[in-house]
């Protein structure tokens, strides 16, 4: 079955593949449909906390064939990688936080500002956990953000962009809870608490259409998630490296390596034990450098308790899950992207738009008088 994917800028030939032979051996953005019944899953940040071109740090993009899309984290680095999968901010504008550390929440500005300067209509929606106090809440951390983006903010506004898209929504929800904290359009979410340094983490299951996504951020193996990740489709669960690895690479010393790569953490042979205890369609681990020289001792650490489906996740990989199959493979990530969404077409879809739209207001009298005459011409 074709169709075409239209763009401002060219017209897509585009698939809706319905059997696994059918897929390209990789993922093109923009060439296939997504079916009414399927889920694209994709790993937009598998690293760790410190950047690397390779690695964001954890985030994971949920497409559903209803049209819905959800982040699951936003760690630092990965809208770099969204943007390779030229889904529209339009849509992608709902983000689940499993906890406050700027490895799982550090691009949020990026996609909420990014995103209001590229034409995104609405506003940005979060939900994320209490803490112990409400200074370690995900709302003080949002209200937080937004002040210290007041003069972004401000300028852009006075620059001409309208206010709606700027705003940022804040839903906390108690972490403490085994509690559904979003359900809409068949979707639903399911928050639960997770075991990392302080009260707050959580990890999340979403149920579409008898289709199952759970996810952890960071936590130490926990009942919580063997509860809730029953029988999961997919099944995204932390594992650190190996401890050897953390005092190799890192250089920690021993007794902080098992701390942090054992306890406050997942250690692989712990993350299979998780898998083993679910039982998932596909077993998905992340959240370590994946590399030549540390993925073979992870994968047999994880294979020494699990022996089922395992992917050690790296960036841009991309599963396609229905009833009947998960297909799993690579996206090609071009990395020149503009924003798939023109401000005509924006302006088209809601009355009140940016550039071009009615609401078009730049306000140069918010300067000083004697920077407008500082100006080479006028
Ligand atoms: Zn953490
Ligand atoms: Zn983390």
Request: hydrophobic fraction near 35%; aromatic fraction near 12%.
């Given at each position: 079955?074709e169709?075409?994917?239209?763009?401002?800028?060219?017209?897509?030939t585009?698939?809706?593949?319905t059997?696994?032979?059918?897929?390209?051996?990789?993922?093109?953005?923009?060439?296939?449909?997504?079916?009414?019944?399927?889920?694209?899953?994709?790993?937009?940040?598998?690293?760790?906390?410190?950047?690397?071109?390779s690695?964001?740090?954890?985030?994971?993009?949920?497409?559903?064939?209803?049209?819905?899309?959800?982040?699951?984290?936003?760690?630092?680095?990965?809208?770099?990688?969204?943007?390779?999968?030229?889904?529209?901010?339009?849509?992608?504008?709902?983000?689940?936080?499993?906890?406050?550390?700027?490895?799982?929440?550090?691009?949020?500005?990026?996609?909420?500002?990014?995103?209001?300067?590229?034409?995104?209509?609405?506003p940005?929606?979060?939900?994320?956990?209490?803490?112990?106090?409400?200074?370690?809440?995900t709302?003080?951390?949002?209200?937080?953000?937004?002040?210290?983006?007041?003069?972004?903010?401000e300028?852009?506004?006075?620059?001409?962009?309208?206010?709606?898209?700027?705003?940022?929504?804040?839903?906390?929800?108690?972490?403490?809870?085994?509690?559904?904290?979003?359900?809409?359009?068949?979707v639903t979410?399911?928050?639960?608490?997770?075991?990392?340094?302080?009260?707050?983490?959580?990890?999340?299951?979403?149920?579409?259409?008898?289709?199952?996504?759970?996810?952890?951020?960071?936590?130490?193996?926990?009942?919580?998630?063997?509860?809730n990740?029953?029988?999961?489709?997919?099944?995204?669960?932390?594992?650190?490296?190996?401890?050897?690895?953390?005092?190799?690479?890192?250089?920690?010393?021993?007794?902080?390596?098992?701390?942090?790569?054992?306890?406050?953490?997942?250690?692989?042979?712990?993350?299979?034990?998780?898998?083993?205890?679910?039982?998932?369609?596909?077993?998905?681990?992340?959240?370590?450098?994946?590399?030549?020289?540390?993925?073979?001792?992870?994968?047999?650490?994880?294979?020494?308790?699990?022996?089922?489906?395992?992917?050690?996740?790296?960036?841009?990989?991309?599963?396609?899950?229905?009833?009947?199959?998960?297909?799993?493979?690579?996206?090609v990530?071009?990395?020149?992207?503009?924003?798939?969404?023109?401000?005509?077409?924006?302006?088209?879809?809601?009355?009140?738009?940016?550039?071009?739209?009615?609401?078009?207001?730049?306000?140069?009298?918010?300067?000083?008088?004697?920077?407008?005459?500082?100006?080479?011409h006028?």
């Amino acid at each position: 079955m074709e169709n075409k994917e239209i763009t401002h800028r060219k017209i897509t030939t585009a698939t809706r593949p319905t059997k696994p032979e059918e897929y390209r051996d990789h993922y093109y953005p923009k060439t296939e449909i997504l079916g009414d019944d399927e889920m694209r899953i994709t790993a937009l940040g598998t690293g760790m906390p410190n950047l690397r071109p390779s690695q964001a740090s954890a985030a994971w993009l949920v497409e559903l064939g209803n049209g819905d899309t959800f982040f699951f984290d936003i760690g630092t680095g990965c809208i770099a990688g969204f943007a390779s999968t030229m889904v529209s901010y339009n849509r992608a504008n709902k983000v689940f936080l499993s906890h406050l550390h700027s490895d799982h929440c550090g691009d949020l500005p990026a996609l909420w500002i990014g995103g209001w300067v590229a034409n995104r209509a609405t506003p940005v929606y979060v939900w994320g956990p209490s803490g112990s106090r409400p200074e370690l809440g995900t709302a003080y951390f949002v209200e937080h953000l937004r002040k210290a983006y007041t003069w972004d903010i401000e300028s852009r506004h006075a620059g001409g962009l309208l206010q709606p898209p700027s705003e940022i929504i804040v839903e906390e929800f108690d972490y403490s809870k085994t509690q559904v904290v979003y359900e809409e359009n068949g979707v639903t979410v399911t928050a639960f608490p997770a075991i990392h340094i302080l009260d707050g983490p959580v990890s999340f299951r979403l149920d579409w259409n008898g289709l199952s996504f759970v996810y952890s951020g960071d936590t130490h193996a926990n009942r919580w998630y063997v509860e809730n990740g029953q029988n999961a489709d997919v099944a995204v669960h932390e594992s650190f490296i190996t401890v050897p690895q953390l005092m190799e690479k890192q250089g920690f010393p021993e007794a902080q390596a098992v701390k942090i790569g054992t306890e406050v953490h997942t250690s692989p042979e712990a993350c299979g034990e998780v898998f083993a205890a679910i039982n998932p369609r596909l077993a998905v681990a992340y959240h370590f450098f994946n590399d030549w020289d540390t993925a073979p001792d992870i994968r047999d650490a994880l294979k020494s308790t699990y022996d089922g489906p395992l992917v050690l996740a790296t960036d841009n990989m991309v599963f396609n899950v229905t009833k009947e199959y998960i297909k799993t493979r690579m996206m090609v990530a071009a990395e020149d992207i503009w924003p798939p969404e023109s401000a005509q077409e924006a302006a088209e879809r809601d009355e009140v738009m940016h550039f071009g739209g009615r609401g078009w207001n730049y306000d140069p009298d918010k300067m000083s008088e004697w920077l407008v005459e500082g100006q080479l011409h006028d």
